[in-house]
């Protein structure tokens, strides 16, 4: 990572001014294990997840397999339909109704199960209330308090949003949303849809870092206040002694909520950065598992007009965010979030999301079982055969002693 030295002030809006002074300097990316753990844990998770969703949205409650195969771009399978479903069998069920007819795909009854019970936290009252305040906060991030629709459908699974979520949920809060047409999109050419908070919920205006100063009470926040992200660091990584006080300094800088409009600060100012870490670290907080793909935060970034500040802001901050490179693709983790490799406050979807990852791993440990079980049997197997060769006399006059004679019963 390179950081540039600029003189620059910026106006800050609390009659502080700041420039930039940190010199020049790589920071090594470092692998945190325990981390990577945590994103490993959940490979194809979501493509299991939306097939689930998409096979239940058949009446039958279950499709042709021809049908997912041509569907495999739109749910990023690594491999072949029947191939990724076969790898599953606690979770997808392929089978023929007649022998006339062509393979179909359904849930196990272990996977339909865990479905339901996973609905029942969805479709409760204090879920939905939750998931749409999450929603609201999120848009409360743009400056104009509207995102396209295609944007918060690369959120949804990390929000906790139901998976027709603009039907099922939305048309329940007229008060909070509504859809907006605009201008084209310019991959169809189709008319771009957004959702729009309907007008600004001063309540929800108050960051996670920002209660934690106040301990619980609003009445507390201050704006402006000097507030520092939590810092850790994995085994093997260190900071030179300029970079650890730039830190220091950097951290003992007001905190501007990401709720405020703060394009005016001078984007290459240590204060624009730390507005910058403080939405992504809402961002991410506001996430039920606390870390999504690269990818879609820098989408975000771009349509909020960050441009190229959130990959900066990653880079910058190892501290603060971990990227991990593990199952094809980059993720963002918010480092404070975890534990090791367990999240230290378990949303109760991630719980359910946990007993999927259990179904998709239990065809892998008995595989594993079976390998270990077939290691041990040849092991014995070759134990018991070695007296039977050394007992075969002239014709087998080799391993008695190791010195290629047989050794007699009456040999001491």
Not at 72 to 83: G, I, K, T, V
Not at 110 to 116: E, L, Q, R, T
Not at 161 to 188: A, I, T, W
Not at 327 to 349: G, M, N, W
Request: aromatic share 8%; hydrophobic share 40%.
């Amino acid at each position: 990572m390179s950081l540039g030295l600029c003189n620059t002030a910026a106006r800050l809006p609390h009659g502080v001014r700041h420039c930039r002074t940190f010199i020049a300097v790589r920071i090594k990316w470092v692998p945190d294990p325990a981390l990577d753990a945590a994103v490993s844990k959940e490979k194809d998770l979501k493509q299991v997840i939306a097939l689930k969703n998409h096979i239940l949205t058949s009446p039958s409650k279950s499709l042709p397999l021809s049908s997912l195969s041509l569907l495999r771009p739109d749910f990023n399978l690594p491999m072949a339909a029947l191939r990724f479903l076969k790898r599953y069998p606690f979770i997808f069920s392929v089978f023929q109704p007649s022998p006339s007819l062509p393979l179909q795909v359904k849930l196990t009854r272990p996977a339909f199960k865990v479905h339901c019970e996973e609905q029942v936290i969805v479709n409760s009252s204090g879920h939905r209330d939750d998931a749409v305040k999450r929603l609201a906060r999120v848009l409360m991030l743009c400056k104009r308090m509207r995102l396209p629709l295609h944007i918060i459908d690369r959120f949804k699974l990390d929000l906790g949003l139901p998976h027709n979520y603009v039907s099922e949920l939305l048309s329940d809060y007229p008060d909070y949303f509504q859809v907006v047409g605009e201008g084209r999109n310019g991959e169809c050419g189709d008319e771009m849809l957004c959702l729009e908070l309907v007008s600004w919920k001063n309540e929800l205006a108050v960051s996670e870092m920002e209660r934690r100063m106040a301990l619980g009470d609003l009445r507390n926040v201050k704006k402006g206040a000097r507030i520092g992200f939590l810092l850790s660091y994995p085994k093997g990584f260190d900071l030179v002694s300029k970079v650890k006080d730039w830190v220091f300094e950097w951290q003992n800088l007001p905190y501007v909520s990401p709720y405020e409009n703060a394009f005016h600060l001078n984007p290459n100012g240590d204060q624009a950065e730390k507005w910058t870490v403080a939405v992504l670290h809402e961002l991410l907080w506001l996430l039920v598992s606390k870390k999504t793909e690269s990818e879609n935060v820098f989408l975000l970034g771009e349509y909020l007009g960050f441009g190229r500040r959130f990959k900066h802001a990653l880079v910058h901050h190892p501290g603060i965010f971990y990227l991990s490179h593990k199952i094809r693709t980059q993720t963002v983790v918010l480092r404070e979030a975890y534990s090791k490799d367990f999240l230290v406050v378990k949303h109760p979807l991630m719980g359910m999301r946990f007993r999927y990852i259990h179904l998709m791993n239990i065809d892998k440990e008995s595989q594993s079982r079976r390998k270990l079980m077939q290691s041990e049997t040849l092991l014995m197997t070759k134990k018991v055969s070695l007296p039977a060769k050394i007992s075969g006399g002239k014709g087998n006059l080799k391993g008695g002693n190791g010195d290629g004679a047989v050794k007699k019963p009456n040999d001491s």
